[in-house]
Every structure is written in structure tokens, then in C-alpha cells.
């Protein structure tokens, strides 16, 4: 059973381009959420997908947007980029209720 | 908003030693989880342990223990037996009930299993 998986693994932009991460959930997870960490740093909740719908949301500007496909995989597009958006991009994923988050690999997102 | 305090950047324990990682938070919820997370180099971010506010039993799993203190809202996890593939970066963790995947962090302690 693969566990979460995210691509790719590390992208380099430049300030203003736009980037799209990818996630795919565990196998029987609907939910998937996706965290920013910054070097030094504990990872931040950015939002949370559930049935193709944005959920929650943390404290990020409208610049971070996301989907959720009806195989309940996910993006999370960046747009605008900045420096101070350089950080590992991670994945959770979880099915209802409070069960464990699975978080996956990580994108390691480098903007210069 | 919950915030959590994890004070100790680096801890460093021998291999078959114990080791407790200090967190604190403050809330003011009366429901909520508290986790432990481990980070090792991979990257890749792995549950150690879970205890439920309700519950009054500290929580435990295999090496792992957690001593929780609600009223002082404190919750440091106990190493036992410190292994050298226990080296990572540890994350203390909080959930409110309600928001199911929010999980707050903390800024980590880094632990150096030597031999």
C-alpha cells in the first residue's frame, strides 16, 4: 500500500512564476491537507480539502490556491511567487473523523 | 489561537539512555489532541504518539511515554532506550476538536542519538 505521495520532489522558480505541487492521498483517504515549513521551522497549515471542497484555511494569502480531483488527489498552486514562499511544501492525508494525518515526502520549493 | 512552545532547539542522549522532550501550549479549549510527530532526514514527518485531552492516562507506545499535564498544559515526551535510528527532529503538536486537520506545531527539538 503506497502511502501519501507528493511530486515533484524539489522545484526551483523564480520571484513571480507560478508552481503547482501534487498530491496523492493513501489509499482510502478522502481528506488531504497541506502544510508550508520553512527552513527552522514547524510546518504551518495552509488548507484542507475534503469532497472537492476547500475545508479550512490557515492564515495564507488568496496567492495559494488548491484542488481536490474526485480521486481525491490534490494540487496547491502558488502564484506571484516570493523568496520568502522557499520552503517544503507537505501533505497530509487522513479519512473522517480525527484519525492520524499520513503526511508524505514533501515538496522542496526554492524561489530565487 | 493555540500556540505551542517547544524550548529545547537540540537535545543530544547516548544510545540506551532516556531522553524527555519538553512542549508546552496554551489554549483555551477543553478538547483537543496532542501529538508527537518525528521528522528525520527524509523529510518525511511520522505520527510517535497521540494523547486525547480527555483521557487522564498518559499515553504510551513501545519506547515512547508521554507526561501529560492539563492544568499546567504541558505535554513532554520519554525516550526510553534511545536508539540511533531515533535521531530526527521531534514536533509537538496540537488539534482542536472542530478542526479536524489543523494541527498547530511547534518550532522542534532536534535529537542526536550518539553512540
Known amino acids: 500500500d503506497a502511502g501519501v505521495t507528493q511530486s515533484p520532489t524539489h522545484l526551483i522558480k523564480t520571484r513571480g512564476q507560478q508552481v503547482t505541487l501534487r498530491c496523492s492521498p493513501k489509499s482510502g483517504h478522502d481528506t488531504v491537507s497541506w502544510y508550508q515549513q520553512a527552513l527552522g521551522q514547524g510546518p504551518q497549515f495552509i488548507f484542507q480539502y475534503y469532497e472537492e471542497e476547500e475545508r479550512q484555511r490557515g492564515n495564507f494569502p488568496d496567492r495559494f490556491s488548491g484542488h481536490q480531483f474526485p480521486n481525491y488527489s490534490s494540487e496547491l498552486n502558488v502564484n506571484a511567487l516570493l523568496l520568502g514562499d522557499s520552503a517544503l511544501y507537505l501533505c497530509a492525508s487522513r479519512t473522517g473523523g480525527y484519525n492520524e494525518q499520513f503526511f508524505g515526502p514533501g515538496t522542496r520549493l526554492t524561489v530565487l | 489561537a493555540q500556540t505551542v512552545t517547544q524550548s529545547q532547539p537540540e537535545m543530544s542522549v547516548q544510545e540506551a539512555e532516556t531522553v524527555t522532550l519538553s512542549c508546552t501550549y496554551d489554549?483555551?479549549?477543553?478538547?483537543?489532541?496532542l501529538f508527537w510527530y518525528k521528522q528525520p532526514p527524509s523529510r518525511q514527518m511520522i505520527l510517535v504518539i497521540r494523547?486525547?485531552?480527555?483521557?487522564?492516562q498518559n499515553a504510551t507506545e513501545n519506547r515512547f511515554s508521554v507526561n501529560f499535564q492539563k492544568a499546567a498544559k504541558s505535554f513532554s515526551l520519554k525516550i526510553s532506550d534511545s536508539q540511533l535510528g531515533d535521531t530526527a527532529m521531534y514536533f509537538c503538536a496540537f488539534l482542536r476538536l472542530g478542526t479536524a486537520s489543523k494541527l498547530t506545531f511547534g518550532t522542534g527539538t532536534r535529537l542526536q542519538v550518539t553512540l
Open positions: 494523547q486525547e485531552a480527555y483521557k487522564q
Open positions: 489554549t483555551s479549549e477543553n478538547n483537543y489532541y
